[in-house]
């Protein structure tokens, strides 16, 4: 049994905060409590206990969950695992918004902040011999370990006392924790990546303002995963940001891409993302997009998009006074660059020789000259990034399935985008699940059908034998069709009106013969 008081008491106290700020997170996910742990942080800031002068406010660069745990001693986070376990959802996180809330914090010490000084009093052994053995995460070793900092600088406690204090005066309250500032120092010393740069967005025509702060992904995404536990960028907007992807509450997200896309995107890196037709390689993009309140702007890189719309060209124009003038008019890429965007370039494998070589300073992070302007050097902005989707990695198709549209990309081109993600078909269960919950009356019999038809036609399209591809919007619209349709028509007749009227009337004749055979096997 693992309580409380045994972490508090075998371990360095900053290996006690990680071990319970883990906790904390568990905790929050088995009990569905991410989004209102994320409202504890939308309280804290306009809190007089965060950022301000108060003698008990604790600074901080963005205040997010994470930054507000990472201020909390061993004793206050236990107190909190206490208040998430003990009451019920609704009210798990009352009493830590009731502090941040406090219009009149008490000026004494916090032993337990947020908490005023004298709850210590209250936390009781209850609390500190909780169990909470089955709330700890398993990547996170809580052997017994002798107090020493991981950093390799121990500061004993007679040092320390003395030095928190004068910390705290040098820096005018904004630290007191010497030993913490030097894991801290170690820390930021090891990182293996810089975080990119993220500033306040003003507001431009349509364009809202926008705030970026640092938010843990497991919080934002609302899914508990260790490849998730990094803080990232999130923008929130005045209002309705119409370069900012509409949010699907339903979208399944794949927590190896998605962990894959955030690192690409925090780094700074450009990521190609790479698989078949109707695997949804832009939509998760997208999804990415709307969970982080990040502008999408997306242009499709095949034959016929040219050098005029993507770079920029003359054009004659009218000015203020009516008088016809002529002006560079910029396209599609400085547009983008000079946005906090994901600038999203679809089937990137056909794009033109000419426009790759001009994405080549770009994709190094450098500006771009308009020669058609003058040599004017468009710079990109801090948060702008780029990503690719496209059927093959840029090599080629051996496959035959997309000869006649991809071209073979240079090895200069596909190496400066260092992150490459595949993107597969949605598992048929999560698929089902998708449909079920747009279709939620479809019988059991129609959905097993659906799921083994979807199965036997992947199998046949991937060894080549049909050479039309269906995406989990084909499934998502033969269920709901069977839906409707299936207590006047019975099953089996609306499975087979729906296959035709969604996949046997799009596809060619050679097709049809195989999916012919696979719709007879499932209605019998």
Known sequence: ????????????????????????????????????????????????????????SKQMRSVSVSQILDRMNAYALGNMIKEMVVHQPEHAFTSIKDCFNDQHPSDTAYKMWPWVANIIETFGDDALNLNISDHIPDDLNVSPTSPTSPTGYDVTDDIAHAANVLLKVATKGEMDDLQGLLDEV??????????????????????????????????????????????????????????????????????????????????KNNAWLTGHTGTGKTTFIAAVCAYTGRMMMRANMDSAIERPDFVGAMSVTVDDDGNQITKFVEGFLPKAMQLPVVMLLDEYDAIRADISYVMQPVLEGGSLRLMEDGGRMVHPHPDFHIMATANTVGCGDSSGMYASAVKVQSRASINRFPVFIKVDYLSTSDEMTLVRNFAPHLSGTAENMLCEFVELYRKAFREGTVATPISPRNTITIGKYVEAFEKRLGTNRAIKRALEMNIMNTIDEGDAIAVTGIMDRITG
């Open 186 to 267: 170690v820390a930021l010393r090891n990182k293996p990546a810089p975080v990119a740069a993220a500033a306040v967005v003003p507001a431009s025509g349509d364009i809202p303002a926008g705030e970026p702060r640092r938010v843990n992904a497991q919080v934002v995404f609302g899914l508990k995963d260790k490849l998730l536990d990094m803080e990232i960028t999130v923008y929130d907007w005045e209002y309705d940001n119409p370069l900012v992807p509409a949010k699907d509450a339903d979208y399944i997200f794949n927590v190896s891409n998605l962990a894959d896309a955030l690192w690409a995107i925090e780094t």
């Open 1 to 56: 049994m693992t309580t409380i008081q045994n972490i508090i008491d075998t371990h360095a106290a900053r290996k006690a905060q990680t071990i319970l700020r883990g906790a904390i997170y568990n905790i929050a996910a088995e009990r569905n409590l991410m989004s209102e742990l994320n409202e504890v942080a939308n309280t804290a800031v306009q809190s007089i206990l965060v950022n301000s002068t108060h003698p008990a």
